[in-house]
Every structure is written in C-alpha cells, then in structure tokens.
C-alpha cells in the first residue's frame, strides 16, 4: 500500500488548525450566539477554549503515539474499540463534511454584499475548486493553508486595532443578564469554533517531526484562536448597537463599515471569504482521512484507502467527502444540521479523554512522545464538561446525534462486525481492573476461613454418600479448626404435630448418630449430629442456618424436574434464601482427592471457588488446575491479561496450581471440580444448572456465595463484556 508523504511543517501544521477555527468561529456564529447570549458572548468564548484544553492535551499526546491519518477515528477506535471507532469515525467526517459545507454556505453572503449572484451555484463552485487542490496533494493544501491564515490574520488584525478605540462601553452592560443558562448555553454553540482545532491530527501521517510539530500546531493553534476570539468578539460587540449585528448574515462586514469605512468593509469581506474557504478546505482535508483511516481498518471498503500513484492523496477518499459536500451544500438546510454535527463534535472530544486513559491503563504498546500534564485529572474534567455541554444543546441536537450514532451501530452490525477481531484498550484496561478487584476479593476469601459449616441432608443417602457430604465440610473447617454440623432434614404433613417426631427416636436416629461420632473421630474434626423435624424443609434448613450463624450451606444437589419446576425445589429455594453461602454437591464420591479442578470460562474464578478449591487442596496434600475452554478464543491482550491473573492467582495460593485446557469431550484426571453458580434467577428457576463442561465423572462442588458477597451489577455486566 502507497504512504502518504510526510510534507506538512509546523507553519502548514498551524496553518490547519487556526484556518480550520477561523472561519464560522468569528464570520457567522457570533451574530447567533449574540441572540443567546447578549453581551456575555464574550465569556463564552473564552470558556469553550478552556473546556477544549482537554481534548487538546489529550488528542496531541495520542497523535505523537500513532501518527497515522484519521485522527480522532484511529485514537477512539484503538483506545475504546471497533465499535466506539466506527461512530466516531462516521460521525466525525459527517460533521466536518457538515462544518465544511456551513462554511461555504455561510461565506456567500458576504461575497454577496459587492457582487450579485447567485448563492448556491458560487458554494458548489468553491466546492468543487477545493475538492480539485485537495486531490492534487496535502503540501498543496498545506502552502495553500498558509497564504490564506496570513492575508486573513492581516485583515482581522487591522480591523481590531482600527475598531478598538472607537468601543462604546455602554454595549458591555447588563453583561450577564441572560444568566447561567444562558452562557452556557452561548457555549455550547460557539464550542464547534474550535472543532478545528485537532483537526490536524487527521494528518499526522503527512506531519514532519510529528513529535514536536503535532502538539506545538494543536496547543498554539488553540491559545491564539482562543485570545483572537475574544479580541474580535470584543470589538465586535463594543462598536456596534446590541440588536445590530445579532441574528446578522454578515455581522463582521457590518461592525467594519460602522468603525473603519467601505474600504474596512471591503476588507473584511476579503477575509471572510477566505476565512471560510479555509475552513472549508481544513474540513476536506482532514474528513477525507476519516474514510481512508477506517478502511485501512477494515471498517470500510477497501477501495477507500486506495493512495494515488500520481498525487500521493487518498483520492476515493476525498471524492467521497466532495460528494456528500456538494450534496449538503445543494439540498439540505446546512446551519441546523451543522448544529447537529457540532453535538456530536463534542461528545467525540469527551471520548477523546477517555481513550487517553484507556491507552495508559490498558495493557496496549503505547509510547506517546508527548504526554499530557495533570493525568487523568484533566481528562476526567473533559469527559464531565463535555457532558455538561451536550445538555445545553438542546433536544434536536441531541436527536441527530443520536440518529448518526444509531446508524454507525448499524453499519457495524452490518458491515464490519463479520470482518474485525480487535479490540479496543478500554476493554483490556477496564478487564484488568476487574480482574484485580477480583483478586482482591479472593486474598480476602482465602484469608477468612469457614468456621462452622451446616452439611444439610434433606433424603435418605447411603453411608458412602453421606461420608463424602461430611468430608467436603470437614476439609472446609480443618484450617481454621472449624466446627462441621450434619443435620437431618425430615419433613411431616402439616397435620402431624411435631412435637410427637421430636421424642420419638428411631433406631435409624440412633445409627445416624453413631456413624456421625465415628466420622468425627475419623475427620479429626468437630463434628455435631442434628436432626430436624419441620413441615417446610427448605425454610428449615434457612431458619437453622440463620440461628446457628454458620458460614456455609453443604447439600446435595437435586435435578430440577417437572414439579420442582412448577412448585420450587428445595434446595433451589435454599440457595436464593439462605443467610449463607451455599455449596451444591453432584453427589460420586469424596476420598482424599488429589486433583481439584477450578472450572471457568476464561473469566476470573469466583473468590468463593477458589476458596473452597484452596481448602480441598490443601487438606489433602493436593493440587489445583485452572480449567479453561481449550476452544477459547480471544486477543493476543486478551489471552495475555488472562495469563497474568492465573499467575498472580497462582501466587496468592498456598498449594500448587497449573492451568490447563480442557475440551467438552476430554477425559481429565479431576477428583472434584469446584465451579460457579448461575446468580440468574429465572435461569435457575426454569434450567438445570448442569456440571462443569466437560463432564467430569468426579464430584463436582457448585458455589453460590451469598448475596452480600456477590458483586453488584455493574461488575457483573463489565465481567460480561470484556471477559
């Protein structure tokens, strides 16, 4: 694939970035923000440049770690993924196809002041001019760039100082009179002055020392607009009659005429022109890298990144551009969907914050030049400001925003999601979070043994079932010198008093009782015989847990069938009520088991699992393998950050441990699997929630933790996501 060359200095870099804000920043949006909010325009300049600081530092510190054309696309997209990166990518080019178009449109007014002409043809003919320069190549565009900035800087500078002194300071009062609202509503809508200002980045790849040259262009670009804004906002405001100019086509032209003359008129429509044009030809240049950008990616067809032999530019790309541009120019109503595009505009600039940390807490190759000072507390202001804007957008805005991200989502679903298997560092960033959250839980887990453990026998089990039951909660106790409580569990019809079941010991009590002594001596652990007579047993067994205080619930676990389906199975019920945590036991078997399988999806094993694992190892002198799926698939990151939690997991156990993968019809050498339970209700209720995959043929030990010690939804659904 052809590159594009690396032509554009720090004077072209500069030249993009403050041609890119001049032109509807100064020669159309003051007029209407001026009807918002009168004179305090002013301050809502001034603010909207601070508020982009972030977005700046942010967006210059990404551009010197990837140099690559597309700019805000190729940040979001590697930072928070191909989903992410497609809204950003086909958002961010309608709306500077939007801006570009606004521009020419909102230009011919003032050419129309000298000559008379049509409006619309003499907007498609600009169009088309620089649609042409922008085929022929980036160092064009970038000299071109330079010329217009200065002859325009010339004029804006001469109208300043000539205008200046001639200020009124009665149209500065009643400043805030329009409120808060008001302001920050100005804001919001003067906040797309300074779109262009990253704009730059769209081009890094054409960027001489992109090191060095990127963030000087970005930051000095911004500082200077920012304080030419104000100045000419200033004047303008300060010369004329506070209706003048407000709601006006050409509010400069008027405010020159007034102060400096025709020839001051003349002058400024010059400027204007060429303002807008700049404008107009900034947003070509850098949309057209969007399409190229993204189809280099595989988010767009392949014919986008196609590089001219002959002129070294994109040009599928840029005639793409051109063609929604002439398009918008000719049939759409520019000014509101510009708006629209301007709130989108700004929540790309809060993603832009966000990806910055995601490349710096994610596990990605990320190796910026230039960093941005105060992290993450400047990006974190950002991403909040940014929010707070778009709510002063007002609902249409919103709406449109909306519109384009929902059609994004779908050419993603479409197009892209069959071809791309990326992920972005947000989702290695936010995993590894989790992850460590989860072994925090779990040294917390570990750390806090089982006191006392009720094993509940709620049918008739022969001895060997019924040894296996005890040993796993003996095992569980044997650490901490725990106390282990067999209860029996004998339900009655409600007519029959229980009162008579209580005094009456059958020889079966007697030998149940003698075969629990017999365990405890054989367990070397204390182990107390009960025996329940109740006419629920489900909410015996929660009502003798809740009383006795013990740590966890050890049953056998029971086949959902039809009429446990419809009436509730005990133990299901147990599980959901219990004031404990709760261990399911598919019942083959408990001897001193030397292989204890943690069985797992490729996601961190619950800290209960492992606990409960742990204690069955160490117990038994024995060792625990980390199953996970041997048709498991993932990222390189992905399969990397997993491999970094068994490993610090592995550490934190005091037994051996070794991962393995497993498939759905391997034999393996577990004695027991320890595996999670399903905490969906509706699924436990209608699903058997069957043995770890694969089938085992050992004892398999489900763990239900209680629910203070499940996590919350938020974890579970970031669990879900990036797992």
Known sequence: MKELERDLGLPSVLAISIGAMIGSGIFILPALALDIAGPSVIFAYALAGLLVVPAALSKSEMATAMPEAGGTYIYIERGMGPLLGTIAGVGTWFSLSFKGA??????????????????????????????????????????????????????????????????????????FDDGIGGLLAATGLVFVSYAGVTKVASVAEEVEDPGRNIPLGILGSLGFTTVLYVAIVFVLVGVTDPGTIAGSDTPVAIAAEATLGRLGEIVIIIAAMLALISTANAGILSSSRYPLAMSRDQLAPPSLADVSDRFGTPVNAITLTGAVLLVLIAFVPILDIAKLASAFQIMVFALINLAVIAFREGNAEYEPEFTSPLYPWMQVFGAITGALLLTQMGSVALIGAAVITVGSVLWYLVYVRSRVDREGAATDAVRRRVGRDVLTETEAAVDTASREVLVALTKNLDESRERALVAIAADMVRADDGRVVVARFEEVPDQAPLTENVTTQSSTDLSYETRIEGLAEEFDVDIEADEIVSHDTKHAIVNFARERGVDSVVAEHEPLRLRSRLFGDPIDWVVRHAPCDVLLVDNLGYDRPQQIALSGDGDPYPPLAVDVAGAFAAANDGEISLWYPADWQGTETYRETIAEYQTELSELLSVPVRTESVGSDQQTDADVVVRRGTDQRLRGALFDDGPALPSPGCTTVTVYPHESQRPGLVRRLLERLTF
């Open 102 to 175: 606004l521009a020419l449109v909102g230009g011919v007014p003032y050419l129309l002041i000298l000559f008379d002409l049509p409006a619309e043809p003499v907007a498609l003919g600009l169009a088309v001019v620089l649609i042409l320069i922008n085929i022929v190549g980036a160092k064009q565009t970038g000299r071109l760039q330079v010329v217009i900035v200065v002859v325009m800087l010339a004029a804006l500078g001469w109208f300043a100082a000539g205008s200046a002194p001639l200020v009124e300071s009665a149209n500065y009062a009643d400043f």
